[in-house]
């Protein structure tokens, strides 16, 4: 049965093929991160804050039921805010051709344990029509639950808006180039074990064990002969001359 290749072996094919690895993997990272910076669109983020607070109270264990049942209605509102019909009102309000599935992919609705504060993160090319974006579905959230739950304990904290320079949060540069790169070594050692693998020249004894099924006895090593001087090939020249 064929022997499996060893670790030496593994270690062996890599360093005759790290040049070409190297290779294979700096021209994938490098690719990887001229297309991120300059190709890429750049994802602008934006965010609001809104608050589900009490309504009307009176005594302290009505508060202590009102904090609970806030709390509750956390979940319940997070998920109308991400409901497509809220994200299609947001699209069809703000006038831009972006389908419910399109709008779920940029607005993410976060909220905290025992926390009263909803996130509303908005993700674009465009960061003013992101804060458009963020602004606009707090609006129509707030509606929505008005309408649907007789209920208006919803407050903004903190409206989106553009504040100095936006700086984008994507593409993620030095992400991409780390995996491009990854991928390129990959490639590149598979490429090399694969070389390998159709080489059929006999380069050692073991070789020589593998195609003739005999067992190698002794190996003569092989001894590079000398380049002989340049006197000496003067001297043979000169006698031929006479």
């Known amino acids: 049965m064929e022997e499996g290749i060893s670790l030496r072996e593994v270690f062996k094919i890599i360093g005759n093929y790290k040049v070409l690895i190297l290779l294979i993997a700096g021209v994938f990272g490098l690719t990887a991160g001229l297309v991120s910076h300059y190709v890429l669109p750049s994802v602008y983020e934006t965010s609001t804050q809104i608050l589900v607070h009490q309504n009307d109270i009176k005594t302290d264990k009505e508060i202590n039921q009102n904090i609970e049942g806030d709390l509750q209605w956390i979940e319940t509102y997070s998920d109308i805010i991400g409901n497509p019909g809220v994200l299609t009102q947001v699209s069809d309000r703000l006038d831009v051709d972006f389908s419910a599935e399109?709008?779920?992919?940029?607005?993410?609705?976060?909220?905290?344990?025992?926390?009263?504060?909803?996130?509303?993160?908005?993700?674009d090319y465009d960061i003013e029509q992101a804060v458009a974006i963020a602004n606009t579905t707090v609006e129509v959230f707030s509606e929505e639950v008005s309408r649907l739950l007789n209920t208006n304990n919803v407050s903004v904290i903190s409206p989106a808006a553009i504040v100095g320079v936006p700086t984008p949060v994507g593409p993620n540069v030095l992400l991409n180039a780390g995996i491009a790169t990854l991928v390129?070594?990959?490639?590149?050692?598979?490429?090399?074990?694969?070389?390998?693998?159709?080489?059929?020249?006999?380069?050692?004894?073991?070789?020589?064990?593998?195609?003739?099924?005999?067992?190698?006895?002794?190996?003569?090593?092989?001894?590079?002969?000398?380049?002989?001087?340049?006197?000496?090939?003067?001297?043979?020249?000169?006698?031929?001359?006479?």
Do not use: C, W
């Open 102 to 123: 399109q709008m779920q992919k940029k607005v993410f609705v976060t909220t905290n344990t025992n926390s009263h504060v909803i996130n509303i993160t908005v993700r």
């Open 184 to 242: 390129g070594l990959f490639l590149g050692s598979s490429f090399a074990f694969l070389s390998n693998y159709m080489n059929t020249t006999i380069q050692n004894e073991r070789d020589v064990e593998k195609v003739l099924a005999v067992t190698v006895l002794a190996v003569i090593p092989y001894v590079e002969q000398p380049a002989k001087q340049p006197e000496a090939r003067r001297v043979i020249l000169e006698r031929k001359e006479v």
